[in-house]
Structure formats: C-alpha cells, structure tokens
C-alpha cells in the first residue's frame, strides 16, 4: 500500500472513531487550516537585525549557541523563512521588529526610522502572500540602559516614545498595504537588579509615556503590550510587570500579550485567557517554552502547549486570540527550530479541536464527573496522528519526519557555506 493510500485509510479509520463522540474530523481541519500563526523573524539570526552587523544583545535578554549559518543579510533572512515555511502546513504571517527595516547600508537610528525603511519587507510580503506583524525594539543601542519609556530623563525617554510612535505609524502603513491590521507590539525591558526606593515612581513615569504614544488613533493596527517577569541583570523589578500591564489594558482596551515564557514557572498561562476575554478586547500569544527561566526554548508538543490550544479552544476564541512564536535557539539549525515549533503549535491545536467538548460540556452540566473525566482521559489516546498525517498530505508538505532530510539538505547547500 502506497503512503497516500495508508494515510488516507487511517483517516477514515479516525474520522469514523471521532464520529462517534459526535465531532465532525472536517471541521476541525478546516479551522486549524485557517489558523495563521504568527511566525518571529529573529530566530534566524539569533536577534541581531539589521541596524549594526556586529551588534551586541542586551536588554535583559540572551541568545544561547552558537550554532553556525545564521543569516547575515536580509536576503539571507528572508530566504531562510520562506526554506521553513516549505514544511509548515497552511499560511502564516511574519513578525518583524524593528531593527529588522531595510536600511541600505546607512546609519538610521530608531528615533528616525521610517515606514520607507519597510516598503521592501511589504512588497515582499505581498510577493509571498505572507502578512506582517510588527514589534518596537528597546534593547541592544547606546540608549537603553536599564530604562527607556519609564526612564526619569526626559531626552531619554522621548526617543523611545518618538521610536515607538514610529513603530506604529509603520504598522499602520503595513496593515493599510496588507488590508489586514498588522499586530503592533510593544515591549520593553525596564528593570532593576535590585528594588529600587519607589516603585510607583517608575510605573507612573510608563504610563505616561504609553499615554502618549496611545494619542495617535490608527485605523489599520492593533495595539498590543506585552509584560516580562525580569530579564537577566533586572532580576529584581520589572516595570512593565503583568500586573501593570493587565491594569493598563483592561482600562485602555489594549490588547494584552502573555509570552508564555514570562511568568513564573508554578503559574498556569492557559487558566489567564478566559479571565482576560472578559476585560480585554483581544489577546496575543507568544508561544515559548521556558525551563527555570524565560530561555526561549523551541517549542514542543508538551502539557502547557496542549492546556493552551485546549483553553482557546474551549473558549470559542480562535477569533480572539492571535497566536505568534517567540523564540531563539541558537544550538540547533535554526530553520529546524522554526519548523519543529510551528509543527508542535498546530498538533496541539488540532488535538484541542478534536476534543469531543459537546460530550464533556453534557457530563459536566449533568454533574457526571465520573464520565467527563473518563472521557477526558480517553480522549488522550484518541487517533488524532492519523488527521495530521492528514493534514500535512492534503497541504503537500512532508510527513512526520520526512521534513528532517530536507532541512538538513538546505544546510548541506545553504547555509553551511556561509
């Protein structure tokens, strides 16, 4: 039997089973089909942009590895995605930060940098039928310190809110070019190795200047503020805590990021989102995988993906939720690390999709907690493999491991002779 042939039979096989507990196989890839997930730009090249070619990392966050071929130009870069995007099923969009513009070689600093400086990424999008989202950049320039918007220096802290306002003109241009909003980001990494004698001080000065910024309405971005537990040297205070950031938005109706890496690693991420679609008007995920700390490992199919799809899921918020990946792993090949992680994102969302939720939802409201949790635990084991496998074969990408040999060519020809 031919592998079409064997894929197509377990997947009957599957759909029949997933019948029976009355959920619709169809359905369900149709949705996870339509599900674009927000890919990030800076595992290629581990973070560095395009503003300095030797520039150094720093703002609280860190880059482990050194693993050769990283991409070097934006030709390189921009290459290299669309190499990962050839193994990943459906159609997804590109965030960019900043330092990623097109900047032909000359000196633009950030308190300058223009929707010009993205025409290129834009028509490029358009090129590839790809959208863009887009994200501030306050680490890594002679600038940043420990403080930028919440810092007490008024010229200091004007570039960063003139930077930012920039940063979202630019999104609106691109989402005016796209005719879809483009996703605007902001995240800072404000801080202190020790607590500082006020607090208040420092937060009271960032929600000015996000006041300010917020001044300007546009019609084709949405605003999104993303917060950190600490970065690395500002251990002990972070001014754009969760709980700030969760204030703010709920008051101001901005969208909320929760970077799955940035809280405490005993705190459940998935139990946030229905609490926060209450308050907020929308979400932004970045998907990441912290072990002990936020170390931006490559994402993988494990419990804290599978509760998160599962939660969105059970939220009806597919709509609401906007989902990108936030990681840099520079140990292993890189546009491996992209495509291992979009995999694992969509298995875990597909497997929330094939949860016989009506069946649950009847058990629960007929206090039968006996059969809820039986079929909860049932439902683990469930063929859900057979509709990947499904899934991959319907959008002509490769097929469990088949993708390995293909990334591993790309290195042999590509970007091992970098």
């Not at 204030?247 to 940035?262: C, E, M, N, Q, R």
Request: net charge negative.
């Amino acid at each position: 039997m031919r592998t079409e042939q064997r894929i197509e039979a377990s997947f009957v096989a599957a759909a029949e089973r997933y019948a029976r507990l009355g959920i619709q196989v169809n359905e369900a890839l149709e949705k996870l089909n339509n599900l674009s997930l927000s890919l990030h730009c800076w595992q290629a090249d581990d973070v560095n942009g395009f503003e300095h070619p030797n520039g150094t990392l720093t703002g609280g966050i860190q880059v482990t590895g050194n693993y050769p071929g990283k991409a070097r130009t934006l030709d390189e870069l921009r290459a290299d995605i669309l190499e990962a995007t050839r193994y990943m099923a459906g159609r997804h969009r590109l965030s960019l930060h900043e330092i990623y513009g097109d900047f032909g070689g000359q000196t633009v600093d950030r308190d300058e940098v223009t929707p010009e400086h993205f025409t290129s990424w834009m028509q490029w999008a358009k090129e590839h039928r790809m959208k863009l989202d887009f994200n501030s950049t306050s680490f890594s320039h002679p600038k940043s310190g420990n403080l930028t918007l919440a810092h007490p220096d008024s010229s200091i802290r004007g570039f960063w809110i003139e930077h930012t306002k920039r940063c979202r003109w630019i999104a609106d241009k691109i989402g005016a070019e796209q005719y879809d909003p483009c996703m605007m980001n902001l995240w800072i990494h404000d801080g202190s190795k020790e607590v500082p004698a006020n607090r208040m001080r420092y937060r009271r000065i960032l929600e000015q200047s996000l006041d300010e910024i917020f001044s300007t309405h546009y019609k084709n971005m949405k605003d999104c503020i993303e917060a950190k537990l600490f970065g690395i040297g500002l251990e002990s205070y972070t001014v754009g805590s969760y709980d700030f950031y969760l204030g703010y938005g709920a008051k101001k109706g901005k969208i909320v990021t929760l970077d799955t890496g940035h809280f405490h690693l005993s705190e459940n991420v998935a139990d946030k989102i229905s609490s926060l679609l209450l308050f907020t008007p929308e979400i932004m995920l970045h998907v990441s995988r912290p072990i002990r700390w936020d170390s931006d490992h490559v994402v993988i199919l494990n419990d804290d993906l599978l509760d998160l799809a599962r939660e969105i899921i059970r939220c009806d918020a597919l709509g609401q939720v906007h989902i990108g990946l936030d990681y840099f792993d520079a140990t292993i090949n890189r546009i491996g690390a992209y495509v291992i992680g979009v995999r694992a994102t969509q298995k875990a969302f597909l497997q929330a999709l094939l949860e016989p939720s009506a069946l649950l939802r009847k058990y629960e409201d007929e206090d039968r907690l006996f059969e809820r949790l039986a079929l909860q635990e049932e439902s683990k084991s469930l063929p859900w493999s057979a509709v990947w496998d499904m899934f991959c074969l319907t959008n002509n990408v490769p097929i469990g491991e088949d993708y390995i040999n293909g990334i591993l060519n790309y290195e042999r020809n590509v970007t091992s002779k970098r």
